[in-house]
């Protein structure tokens, strides 16, 4: 008895949940009480942005990132964690070494509360490990890409762009541009 009151309960809030969101946000007129107060069915872009705790799995590393807003379509970041260039090898670009790394990046976006088409230019340093040996390294790049709000508190940003990778040490040794691809997984705080 209680499951189906649970499935009629459930259906009747997704009937009107879905018939208000094929409703058009029409805002409200100028000068009226309800111009000045944040609606909960306005425009999904009309909240302001929230920083956010991301997991920045990318091409080279493995990061976890703090990202706080500037604005409605812009953010900055800073990031740690592993760092590895286990790819360049296969392609002749430059020897395998891993180890870790910090960083920072500005972000750009199309729409308000970071979504939309995004632009990511970083800036990466760290202290890679190869052949007994280790020493300092350097990324820089930047990505285009897009941000999906995937629910009210969790965003997927997929794209790809170019990089330069750059360590000299014991040995082992990349300078060289490559491929960079992004996928971060972002809650918002």
């Known amino acids: 008895m209680q499951l189906r009151w649970l499935v009629v309960v459930g259906l009747m809030c997704g009937t009107a949940a879905s018939a208000r969101a094929d409703r058009p946000y029409v805002p409200p007129a100028a000068g009226s009480d309800a111009a000045t107060t944040t609606s909960p069915q306005a425009s999904p872009d009309a909240d302001t942005s929230k920083p956010q705790l991301q997991a920045d799995l990318g091409l080279s590393v493995i990061d976890l990132a703090y990202e706080l807003p500037i604005g409605d379509h812009a953010a900055i970041a800073v990031e740690g964690g592993i760092m590895g260039t ?42 890679l490990y190869a052949n007994s040996q280790h020493g300092a390294a350097v990324t820089t790049g930047a990505f285009v890409g897009y941000a999906f709000g995937l629910a009210s508190w969790l965003d997927l940003r997929l794209g790809a762009g170019a990089q330069y990778i750059y360590y000299d040490f014991g040995g082992a040794k990349a300078n060289t541009p490559f491929i960079a691809l992004d996928t971060e997984l972002c809650w918002r705080l």
């Open 86 to 127: 286990y790819f360049l090898p296969w392609f002749s670009a430059g020897d395998n070494a891993t180890g870790w790394n910090v960083g920072a990046r500005g972000a750009w976006f199309s729409r308000a509360r970071q979504h939309g088409v995004y632009v990511t230019p970083y800036l990466r340093m760290g202290e």
